[in-house]
């Protein structure tokens, strides 16, 4: 797999480093796309043992919308970061739009 990337980063050219942020945006999307799963076990924990709280449960909430938040600026970066190569690499027609 890392022959791979190897690979495609020795084919990218000018466009290398733009591909590592989007391999890293997109390893960073996959981590924050887990966290909902440790927030409900986090919840889920203090209902078995009794110790949930009001604060708990609200913390865990802003928790989820700031992840949730973070996961979509990520993955827009990983997603822009990844065409920017393909739309500068199309040759462009005289009215500015990509040859068919």
Known sequence: MFALFSRILKL??????RIQGAFVCAFLESIFSKMPIFLAFVVLSGFANKT??????LYVG???AAIVLVQMLVHYLS???????FTNALPQQS?????A
């Open 12 to 17: 990218s050219g000018r466009y290398k480093s």
């Open 52 to 57: 949930i709280t009001g604060q708990t449960c």
């Open 62 to 64: 802003l928790g989820l």
């Open 79 to 85: 997603d822009s970061l990844q065409s920017a190569g």
């Open 95 to 99: 009215d500015g739009y990509p040859a």
